[in-house]
């Protein structure tokens, strides 16, 4: 099991950025496949993007294709959303989890496990 504790979160006008990061703690981190999902207040929690272990393979929600880049940086255990040209409709808590089918292109919600515990992004209009 690997605990994951997500920061970088915060308000941001339409038009801005921001980089989140999720931390995790667990030596077999650098194997696994991840993933960042986000959820809206009353919506069902929807896929991001998510990457392979080694960060040779992406995969992204067609709504922040373009704008936002995943990344991981295995010496540091940590995974990486760089959020661009933020608009009003990505405001949500974004969480990121393990791929648990290891392809690092897994987009269900059921397919994921070890939950961090989410981060706030605002987009103010």
């Known amino acids: 099991q690997v605990q994951l504790v997500e920061s970088g979160g915060g308000l941001v006008q339409a038009g801005g950025s921001l980089r989140l990061s999720c931390a995790a703690s667990?030596?077999?981190?650098?194997?696994?496949?991840m993933g960042w999902f986000r959820q809206a207040p009353g919506k069902e929690r929807e896929f991001v993007a998510s990457?392979?272990?080694?960060?040779?393979?992406?995969n992204y929600a067609e709504s922040v294709k373009g704008r936002f880049i995943i990344s991981r940086d295995n010496a540091k255990k940590t995974v990486y959303l760089q959020m661009n040209s933020l608009k009003p409709e990505d405001t949500a808590v974004y969480y990121c989890?393990?791929?648990?089918?290891?392809?690092?292109?897994?987009?269900?919600?059921?397919?994921?496990?070890?939950w961090g515990q989410g981060t706030q992004v605002t987009v103010s209009s």
């Open positions: 989890a393990v791929d648990t089918t290891g392809r690092g292109t897994a987009v269900l919600r059921s397919q994921y496990r070890d």
């Open positions: 667990g030596r077999t981190f650098s194997s696994y496949a």
């Open positions: 990457i392979s272990w080694n960060g040779a393979g992406t």
